[in-house]
């Protein structure tokens, strides 16, 4: 079932037991947050679904993975009880992917920014187009990658994280991305879909208890997370109300 509104759009189908989300927004596929909170409730609800054991997660088009938070609703935040808020989908969500019993597929057909990495770093195996380039952004808008940091770092490491968001205004090629382990596979965009699938097939063959046990095995020590991701919403929600953001978000707006 499709759910499109001026919010975006979220489509999931299901083939045997493989789900697949499909996430579209007309501005670059970015995230206001009642689409957040629909992705999140949805991957929940997929989570509990005895009838799935694979999951693939993936937005509309094909130049444009995900361009990250809605600067149109950045803007209308007033304070900072707002703006935690705000960024709390991106908390909400993330630990949705984490928390998911089943594992989670990205599929990477363009680029990504900012929350746009987050959610790739938190599929448990990543296809990716020569094309996917990478960037954090944050700082240049006055506030920072805190919310998606921990799982950014996780998949590709402190020092890489750290590269991206000190240079925050250039694009990370898509082999870059790939070396550092935030995509699994790199591939021509004329075969993603192909291996996108064969590879889920493959997943959904084996036990699900044995797929259930790796998940969890593969998201250890993340625990904090349940608190730690809320605690970085609150410092980005506090920075988005300043003056150097307001006027930033106009400048990248026009």
Not at 67 to 92: C, I, K, P
């Amino acid at each position: 079932m499709k759910l499109e509104n001026s919010q975006g759009s979220l489509e999931t189908s299901f083939q045997n037991t493989i789900a697949t989300i499909q996430f579209g927004h007309p501005a670059s596929n970015s995230f206001p947050r009642q689409l957040l909170d629909r992705l999140t409730t949805e991957i929940n609800e997929l989570s509990r679904n005895e009838n799935v054991s694979v999951i693939i997660l993936k937005s509309e088009g094909d130049k444009t993975f995900c361009s990250g938070a809605s600067f149109d609703e950045l803007l209308q935040v007033q304070n900072e009880e707002q703006g935690t808020e705000f960024f709390s989908g991106f908390a909400h969500l993330l630990n949705a992917m984490r928390n998911c019993n089943k594992l989670i597929i990205g599929r990477v057909q363009g680029k990504a920014v900012g929350g746009g990495v987050g959610i790739i770093s938190a599929c448990d195996y990543v296809f990716a187009t020569h094309q996917s380039d990478v960037k954090l952004s944050e700082l240049a808008i006055g506030i920072g990658p805190f919310v998606i940091e921990p799982a950014v770092s996780r998949k590709i490491g402190k020092t890489a994280m750290s590269e991206m968001t000190l240079a925050g205004h250039e694009w990370k090629p898509a082999e870059w991305a790939f070396q550092k382990g935030l995509f699994s596979v790199l591939c021509d965009a004329s075969s993603l879909d192909e291996n996108v699938e064969s590879f889920a097939q493959k997943l959904s063959s084996y036990n699900p208890e044995a797929l259930f046990e790796m998940k969890k095995i593969i998201w250890e020590g993340t625990e904090t997370w349940e608190s730690l991701l809320f605690e970085r919403a609150a410092i980005t929600g506090k920075l988005v109300l300043s003056d150097f953001t307001k006027s930033a978000l106009l400048q990248f707006k026009k």
